[in-house]
Every structure is written in C-alpha cells, then in structure tokens.
C-alpha cells in the first residue's frame, strides 16, 4: 500500500510564494509518476502539474505555467511543488497523486493513488 502525505501548505499574501511537499512511502518512488491536482468547493478537482519517473519530463495546466515548478527528490521519496507569484484564485486544497505508468495524466481517474490534501490560501 502507499501512502502519501502532503506538508507545507498555509495562508499567504497575493504575490507571494510556498513550497509545498508530498513525501511518499510504501512503493518504490522512482517507479512512478507524480502530479499535484486542487480543488475548490464545488469544482472538479483539477490538474495542475506532472512529473515523470526520473523528472526530466514536466506539464502544467496554462494557468500556472512560468509561476510554480514541479520537482522531485527520489533519494527522499518526496515531490514538490513551489509557487511563486501566487494569485487568489490559487486558493485550493491541493492534493498529490501517484500512478504507475511513464506517462503524465491530466484526468484524476487515471491516478492510483492520493493524499488526503493541504490547504492553501491566497489572501489579497
């Protein structure tokens, strides 16, 4: 079984930055790729970035390209997903999610397994 536990979310001004973390256990890491999805109440849960195996493939939905990176450590079974340049409608709970093909997904049924969240909030 894996379990995967996100970290570092919290509540920050417009314009500023986090890093937030999802640290993975159970399964080999490099084994898998890794994608961070937010959702907001009453919205789908949606894509945010992805990255493959051994990282040096990555995707982003358009409206945080150029403003947050995502990256892995696979010595430290860890993916992160810094922010920078972070707007109100970036306030989301955002998940991490593992799946087990070479490929990135941009559809949350094609992931295998989730964290149960962080909160981040964007104040103006």
């Known amino acids: 079984q894996v379990q995967l536990v996100e970290s570092g979310g919290g509540l920050v001004q417009g314009g500023g930055s986090l890093r937030i973390s999802c640290a993975a256990s159970g399964r080999t890491f490099s084994n898998y790729v890794m994608a961070w999805f937010r959702q907001t109440p009453g919205k789908e849960r949606e894509f945010v970035a992805g990255?493959?195996?051994?990282?040096?493939?990555?995707d982003y939905t358009d409206s945080v390209k150029g403003r947050f990176t995502i990256s892995r450590d696979n010595a430290k079974n860890t993916v992160y997903l810094q922010m920078n340049n972070l707007k109100r409608e970036d306030t989301a709970v955002y998940y991490c999610?593992?799946?087990?093909?070479?490929?990135?997904?941009?559809?949350?049924?094609?992931?295998?397994?989730w964290g149960q969240g962080t909160q981040v909030t964007v104040s103006s």
């Open positions: 999610a593992l799946r087990g093909t070479l490929s990135i997904s941009i559809y949350q049924r094609n992931y295998d397994y």
């Open positions: 990255i493959t195996r051994s990282g040096s493939s990555t």
